[in-house]
Nanobody
Framework: QVQLVESGGGLVQPGGSLRLSCAAS????????MGWYRQAPGKQRELVAG???????NYGDSVKGRFTISRDNAKNTVYLQMNSLKPEDTAIYYC????????WGQGTQVTVSS
């Protein structure tokens, strides 16, 4: 069983930045693929970014060039740096860990508004 705890969400103005963190339990963090999905009201959950055990990354089209995912295996943590935020980035952001199956965090709210 993997437990994930997200932090770093909040309210930010358009054009601003936030960094989300997701801390994972367990001693084999380096073996998990990690990433972030988001879900806005009335919309389907969509992939934001993912990072493999070999540090290969992939991004959703709407965030390419603005968001950066990274991981620190020593801290069992994955990060999502979000820059140039737009109102359409407003959503609940969910962290996941994948090793055979998916484990999910509880989600953190990100609101982009003036």
């Amino acid at each position: 069983q993997v437990q994930l705890v997200e932090s770093g969400g909040g309210l930010v103005q358009p054009g601003g930045s936030l960094r989300l963190s997701c801390a994972a339990s367990g001693s084999i963090f380096s073996r998990y693929a990690m990433g972030w999905y988001r879900q806005a009201p009335g919309k389907q959950r969509e992939l934001v970014a993912g990072i493999t055990t070999g540090d290969n990354t992939n991004y959703g089209d709407s965030v390419k060039g603005r968001f950066t995912i990274s991981r620190d295996n020593a801290k069992n943590t994955v990060y999502l740096q979000m820059n140039s935020l737009k109102p359409e980035d407003t959503a609940i952001y969910y962290c996941y860990a994948r090793i055979g199956t998916y484990y999910w965090g509880q989600g953190t709210q990100v609101t982009v508004s003036s």
